[in-house]
C-alpha cells in the first residue's frame, strides 16, 4: 500500500514511540499516530510521508484502549504541554521505561546493562515550580468556539499550540501547577485587561504583555510572579504589584523583566523589582537554594530530590573522592555530593550560572565545592584535576563529540552519566563505549503526563 500525505487511514496502535505517538504498522511501515496509545483502534490523516515511515493524526477514536482514560483538561487535546493525559499513568511510566532501553539498544547500539524498574513521580498534578504563560494579540480559537458569538479573539494568555510560535491557546488554569498558582493567574490576566495596555503581537511585534511567568517555592509554599513586558511602564506596574498582593498572600514578590528582542523568550534584558522581594528559596534535601525570576532550577522539586538521589546511589561516594561535575549550572549536584566527596570541581558555561552557586554554596556552608566558567570543550583539555567520579548531566541536545573525547581522555574510573533526552544520551554513551561500560541504568519520571523521561546511567571504566 503507498501512502501518501492527506490520506486516511484505519490504523490499530500496537506500541508507542517517543514523543507521545502511538505505532502502527501499515504493510510493513512505520505510522507514528498522534493522539494514539497502545490499543487503540483510530481514524487518521497521513500528514508526513517519508520513505521508510509516516506520520499521522488521529482523527477518531474507533475501539478506544483499556489504559486510555477521561483527560481532566479542557485544553489537553490542543495544548502541547501534555500529551498523555488520556493515558493511564502507570502506563506512562512503564512506555517512558521501555523508550530509554529502546534508544540506548537500538539507536546506541548499547546492551549488557542492568536496567531498573523506572520510578514514578510523587506528584502527577500541581508538581512545576514554574510556568510561562504567554501574552498574544489574537486567540486560538477551539474547534466549538469558531462562527458567530464565539470568544473574543484580540487577546490571549495561556499556552502555545504545538509546533507554532504565534498561536496561544486563552486558558484559565493549568493542571500541572497548584490551584493558587491558578488563582494568581486568574488575577493577573484580570489586571492586566484593566490596564488598558495591549497584548504582544506574535507576528508584528508591537504591544506591551509578553509574558507571565509564576514560580512556587515547594519548601516554603510562596510565589514569585514575573511581568515580561516590551518597555517600561512603572506606574502601571507597582500598583498592579500592590494588587496582586493584596489579593494573594501567598506571593512573596513581583518583579517586571523587560525585553525589546523579538525573539519569544521570558527573560528580559533588565528587571525591575516591583513589590516584596525579588527572590523565593526553595530546598531540595537539606539544602537551601535562592531562587530568582531567571534562575535555573529543577521544575519538578521533589521528584528532584530522588534524582539527586540516585546520582549518589550510584556515585557511592566514601568521603575523600575527587568528583567533577560537568554543566553544573547553579551547582545543585556539586552541593548536593559535597558532603560525601573530598572534593568537587564544576565546569558551567553560563556566568550568572556559576555566581549564583558559589552563592548557594555559602548559603549551604559548603567549602569544599569550586567552579570553573568556560566552554566544556576548552577546559577538559587542560584540567589539571583528576576526578575518582565524573558526573556529566548534559542539555537535552547532549555533549559536543570533542567533550565526549576529553571525557574519554580522562577516564576517570566511574562516571554517572545524568540524561534527559534518551536519544542523544543513547548517541553520547555509544561514543563513549570503547572507555567505558554501561553497569545499571534508571529512568525516571520527572514530568507526567508529558512524553519527557529522564535518565541516569552508572558506567564503569573498562
Given at each position: ?20 505517538l ?18 487503540d ?15 499521522a ?29 488520556f493515558?493511564d ?83 484559565s ?16 490576566r484580570?489586571?492586566?485587561?484593566a ?31 514575573n ?25 512573596a ?12 523568550v521570558?527573560v528580559?534584558?533588565?528587571e ?10 526553595d ?43 560537568l ?6 549536584i556539586?552541593?548536593w555530593?559535597?558532603a ?15 555566581k ?5 554554596c ?77 553497569k ?13 523521561v ?7 571504566k573498562?
Open positions: 500500500m503507498s501512502l501518501k500525505k492527506k490520506q486516511i487511514l484505519e490504523l490499530a496502535i500496537e506500541g508507542a514511540a517517543f514523543g507521545a502511538g505505532v502502527a504498522r501499515v504493510d510493513g511501515m512505520a505510522v507514528f499516530v498522534e493522539g494514539a496509545v497502545p490499543g483502534v483510530v481514524s487518521a490523516v497521513v500528514i508526513k510521508k517519508k520513505k521508510a515511515w509516516a506520520r493524526r488521529t482523527l477518531e477514536v474507533l475501539t478506544p484502549s483499556p489504559d486510555r482514560v477521561e483527560p481532566p483538561c479542557p485544553w489537553s487535546r490542543w495544548c502541547g504541554g501534555c500529551k498523555w493525559q493515558l499513568y502507570e502506563k506512562q511510566v512503564r512506555y517512558k521505561a521501555a523508550q530509554v532501553a529502546e534508544s540506548l539498544e537500538r539507536i546506541g547500539g548499547l546492551s549488557g546493562f542492568d536496567m531498573l524498574p523506572p520510578i514514578p513521580a510523587p506528584e502527577i498534578w500541581g508538581y512545576r515550580n514554574k510556568m510561562e504563560f504567554s501574552c498574544a494579540d489574537r486567540r486560538w480559537l477551539l474547534p466549538e468556539e469558531l462562527g458567530e458569538g464565539g470568544p473574543p479573539k484580540e487577546f490571549a494568555l495561556g499556552l502555545h499550540v504545538p509546533g507554532t510560535f504565534d498561536k496561544v491557546l486563552d486558558i488554569r493549568c493542571l500541572l501547577q497548584t490551584e493558587e498558582a491558578n488563582a494568581i493567574l486568574a488575577t493577573v484580570e489586571r492586566v485587561l490596564s488598558g495596555l495591549p497584548a504582544y503581537g506574535l507576528r508584528t511585534h508591537e504591544g506591551f504583555w509578553r509574558f507571565v511567568v509564576i514560580r512556587r517555592s515547594v519548601a516554603e509554599d510562596r510565589y514569585l510572579v511581568l515580561v513586558t516590551a518597555w517600561e511602564e512603572t506606574p502601571v506596574l507597582f500598583s498592579m504589584a500592590e494588587k496582586i498582593m493584596e489579593a494573594h498572600p501567598s506571593i514578590g513581583v518583579v517586571n523583566n523587560v525585553s525589546a528582542k523579538k525573539s519569544g521570558a528580559g534584558d533588565y525591575i523589582p516591583l513589590a516584596g522581594s525579588p527572590t523565593l528559596v530546598a531540595i534535601g537539606p539544602f537551601r537554594f535562592t531562587v530568582s525570576a531567571n534562575s535555573f532550577f529543577q521544575t519538578n522539586t521533589r521528584q528532584a530530590e530522588t534524582l539527586y538521589g540516585v546520582v549518589s546511589d550510584f556515585a557511592a561516594l566514601t568521603g575523600s573522592e575527587r568528583v567533577l561535575d554543566y553544573s549550572g547553579t551547582g545543585t556539586p552541593i555530593l559535597s560525601d566527596a573530598g572534593e568537587v570541581l564544576g565546569v558551567e558555561l553560563v556566568e550568572s550560572a556559576v549564583d552557586a558559589v552563592e548557594n555559602v548559603q549551604n556552608g559548603v567549602d569544599n565545592c569550586k567552579f570553573l566558567l568556560g566552554d566544556i570543550r576548552d577546559v577538559l583539555p587542560s584540567l589539571d584535576f583528576t576526578p575518582d567520579v565524573l558526573v556529566a548531566d548534559p542539555p537535552r541536545s547532549g555533549m559536543h563529540p570533542k567533550v565526549v573525547a576529553a571525557i574519554n581522555n580522562l577516564a576517570a574510573p566511574k562516571v554517572v552519566f545524568v540524561s534527559c533526552n534518551p536519544a542523544t544520551a543513547a548517541r553520547d554513551l555509544a561514543l563513549m563505549s570503547d572507555t567505558y561500560r554501561i545499571t541504568v534508571q529512568p525516571l519520571d520527572m514530568f507526567p503526563h508529558t512524553h519527557h529522564e535518565m541516569v546511567a552508572l558506567l564503569e573498562r
